[in-house]
């Protein structure tokens, strides 16, 4: 999928995620992998999904969004 597809999916604006293939963090953490052929960045779903599945799910506000898993 392409960059603004997959903003999209992760909740990010696609400028945010753009500027994380520069910085290299997305959230405080490594970016997503992605593939760049040319001109073109893709990224692949799983690996999307992978990447998301890091953060810690939590149930109410008073817990830290911030928190990740181990």
């Known amino acids: 999928?392409?960059?603004?597809?997959?903003?999209?999916?992760l909740g990010y604006?696609?400028?945010?995620?753009r500027e994380?293939?520069?910085?290299?963090?997305?959230a405080g953490v490594?970016?997503?992998a992605?593939?760049?052929r040319g001109h073109r960045v893709i990224?692949?779903?799983e690996d999307l999904l992978e990447w998301t599945a890091q953060f810690?799910?939590?149930t109410n506000?008073?817990?830290s969004s911030i928190d990740q898993r181990p």
């Open 13 to 17: 604006a696609e400028k945010t995620l």
């Open 61 to 63: 506000t008073s817990q």
């Open 56 to 58: 810690r799910k939590i």
């Open 20 to 26: 994380s293939r520069v910085t290299g963090t997305l």
């Open 30 to 32: 490594t970016t997503p």
């Open 34 to 36: 992605y593939i760049k």
């Open 43 to 45: 990224y692949d779903e």
């Open 1 to 9: 999928m392409n960059s603004k597809e997959a903003a999209a999916t």
